[in-house]
């Protein structure tokens, strides 16, 4: 099936640690996002990605690193540099144009703890 | 500064009944829209998007948006609401020239039996 896959679903973190969230599509879109949604809040966007080797930061990048080596793949790194990491996380990707309005669509997310 | 604005939290509807979730914006130009759901746990799914045209849209699941443009809103309505409904919604806004979306901050709707 087409879609967004991230994972894994479930991930804890000890102080001081990085922690890699994968994120694979097999929708051929060119771009790619990395959101952050505290309970009971809306998203603020990581980092994006329009094209392969490219990535933005977006509203909150800091403590968080990206790569964007192959078109399908946008793993998010959680450094220890983000004091207050846990909160669920989503990747999501479009395909830029006019005629689709760059609608944007999301993996299922993945709740990062912080232990 | 551009924004999204859900200005209610929580919408409580029996079942049934029909459904307005609403949504402004303040953004110069002609924006796209959009509105999403979210249920508890998951990531959030596509419901329909307003890019031109005619000012009523319909998308998945019987939901459908009006988008009026003198108002500046968006607002996501259902003719009669099921108990499944019951989630969250986010109402998004692309402004033109624009790569990233402008998010509302939610609002959940709550669907009694």
């Known amino acids: 099936d087409g879609g967004i896959t991230q994972s894994p679903k479930y991930l804890f973190r000890k102080e001081g640690q990085n922690v890699t969230l994968s994120c694979e599509q097999n929708?051929?879109?060119?771009?790619m996002y990395w959101y952050r949604q505290d309970p009971g809040q809306g998203l603020r966007l990581i980092y994006y990605?329009?094209?392969?080797?490219?990535?933005q930061k977006g509203d909150i990048a800091e403590g968080y690193s990206v790569s964007r080596e192959k078109k399908e793949s946008f793993p998010l790194t959680v450094t220890s540099a983000q004091k207050n990491p846990t909160a669920f996380y989503l990747c999501a990707s479009s395909i830029p144009g006019q005629s689709s309005g760059n609608t944007i669509y999301f993996g299922e997310g993945s709740w990062l703890t912080v232990v | 500064a551009q924004s999204v604005a859900q200005p209610e939290d929580q919408v409580n509807v029996a079942e049934g009944n029909p459904l307005t979730v609403k949504c402004t914006y303040s953004v110069s130009g002609n924006p796209y829209l959009f509105w999403y759901v979210q249920y508890p746990n998951r990531g959030l799914q596509f419901l329909l998007k307003?890019?031109?045209?005619d000012n009523l849209v319909k998308g998945s699941y019987g939901f459908e948006a009006e988008f009026n443009k003198s108002q500046t809103s968006f607002h996501l309505k259902k003719p009669s609401a099921l108990v499944s409904d019951s989630a969250l919604y986010f109402c998004a806004v692309r402004p033109p020239y624009d790569y990233q979306l402008i998010w509302g901050a939610g609002t959940k709707l709550i669907i009694k039996p």
């Open positions: 990605s329009q094209i392969v080797n490219d990535f």
């Open positions: 307003y890019i031109t045209g």
């Open positions: 929708l051929n879109h060119d771009a």
